[in-house]
């Protein structure tokens, strides 16, 4: 029995030592770029609308967990707005935080 335990520790810290390598496959600096100023707007939306939806979800479910996926709502939603026009477009818009993006 102890055999097996002094084995799986073996493995434990070989597996240990292989995940902590240099060798994984991590982006250089150079392959970072700033971001444009339309997509620093997008991110400002989706942080908005992040924060906006856990506030009002908030209000009404008190005293308990909660847990919610903003981005997967952001992303369904904007899937919808792309077959959305008229009023029905420009409120999605305001909800989604969208207004002065095309």
Not at 12 to 23: L, Y
Not at 54 to 75: C, M, V
Request: charged content about 25%.
């Amino acid at each position: 029995m102890s055999r097996y335990i002094i084995l799986g520790v073996i493995f434990t810290m070989f597996i240990t030592f292989m995940a902590c390598s240099d060798d994984v496959n991590s982006p250089e600096e150079s392959e970072w770029r700033d971001l444009s100023s339309l997509e620093k707007s997008i991110v400002e939306a989706d942080n908005q609308f992040g924060l906006k939806i856990f506030k009002n979800i908030n209000e009404n479910e008190t005293g308990e967990n909660l847990f919610i996926s903003p981005l997967s709502i952001s992303y369904a939603l904007g899937m919808t707005l792309n077959g959305a026009d008229g009023e029905t477009a420009q409120a999605m818009r305001r909800t989604l935080e969208l207004n002065n993006l095309e």
